[in-house]
C-alpha cells in the first residue's frame, strides 16, 4: 500500500507541474486547463483513496477522548469548509 501511495503522489506532483506550466503560457488554451483540472482532480482523488486505510487505522487506536476531540475538530474543520463556499 505504500508504494501505491508513493506512486500515487509522484502522478499527483507531476499532474500539478503540467498544469503549473500549461497555466502559464501567454495565452493558455481554455481545452488544456480544463484536461489538466480533471487530471489533477484524477490524481488528487486516486492518492486520497491509498490514504484512506492509513486514516481509519489511526482514528482505530485513538482511545474516547481522543476520538471525541478529534469529532470536534472535525467538525469545526468542516464548518469552516462549508462557510467559505458560501463566500
Known sequence: MAI????????LQK????YKENA???QPKASV??????N???AETLLA????????????????DQKNKYRILA??????HVS???D
Open 4 to 11: 501505491s501511495t508513493i506512486t500515487d503522489d509522484k502522478k
Open 15 to 18: 499532474a500539478y507541474a503540467i
Open 24 to 26: 502559464a503560457a501567454a
Open 33 to 38: 486547463i480544463k484536461r489538466d483540472i480533471y
Open 40 to 42: 489533477v482532480g484524477k
Open 49 to 64: 483513496w491509498e490514504m484512506v486505510p492509513y486514516h481509519l487505522k489511526g482514528y482505530s487506536i485513538l482511545n474516547r
Open 75 to 80: 467538525s469545526e474543520a468542516w464548518s469552516k
Open 84 to 86: 467559505m463556499k458560501d
